[in-house]
């Protein structure tokens, strides 16, 4: 099956910058997401990129996408304390296709 | 985005038994998802539910141990049946919704299951 990796955890401190990477097999992939989760609650979708896309930026996030590599990214500029949560990549090939999550990264900010 | 309201939250079981998960969406969505996530781990799929049919289960998982509801478009609930330690997980629902013409998937906030 098809198989999304991230790293288990990273530690920032605040008002650094953080970057959470995420690699995929699946090259069919057409959506790409990045997820919250905060402690005891579900998953909040932060954002999420086509494939077709290199970069997007929101806010304080930027999501990059190297295709050719199946190398995802996701830069949160001027880390706070309430950005500490657990991250998920997931993608999506689209059609009757099921999403894949990636195994999480767990970020931890410094104060 | 829809508003996923997932009841209980949490929830303390002893063996052999089993629960109920409901899940309750404030708009009519075709399919909705409900996942797996056991401790550390990332998400697994279930099954798909869609209105009308059977749910669609992955493998690994079956319909005796894992039957799911789904009266309408916006509602749909999963029992876990004949409950060991190792169904001890948090149990998420979610639907498929389009976003700014491009498809996203909303979670509620999950059901804390634990098994003594």
């Known amino acids: 099956g098809e198989d999304v990796e991230q790293s288990l955890f990273l530690s920032v401190r605040e008002g650094d910058s953080s970057v959470i990477n995420c690699t995929y097999t699946?090259?069919?992939?057409?959506?790409l997401y990045w997820y919250k989760q905060e402690p005891g609650a579900g998953l909040q979708l932060l954002t999420y990129i086509f494939s077709n896309m290199d970069m997007k930026q929101d806010q304080r996030l930027t999501v990059l996408l190297n295709k050719k590599d199946k190398h995802l990214s996701l830069r949160i500029a001027d880390t706070q304390t309430g950005d500490s949560a657990i991250y998920f990549c997931a993608e999506w090939a689209g059609g009757y296709q099921k999403v894949t999550f990636g195994t999480g990264t767990k970020l931890q900010v410094i104060p | 985005s829809a508003v996923i309201s997932q009841k209980p939250s949490r929830d303390i079981c002893q063996r052999g038994t089993s629960l109920t998960i409901q899940c309750q969406v404030d708009s009519q969505v075709t399919m909705m998802f409900w996942y797996r996530q056991q401790p550390g781990q990332s998400l697994t799929l279930i099954a798909t539910a869609n209105q009308g049919s059977e749910a669609t289960y992955e493998s690994g998982f079956v319909i005796d141990k894992f039957p799911i509801s789904r009266p309408n478009l916006t509602f749909s609930t999963l029992t876990v049946s004949n409950m060991s330690p190792e169904d001890s997980s948090i149990y998420l629902c979610s639907v498929e919704e389009v976003r700014e013409n491009n498809y996203g998937y909303t979670f509620g906030s999950g059901t804390r299951l634990t098994v003594v």
């Open positions: 699946d090259s069919s992939s057409t959506y």
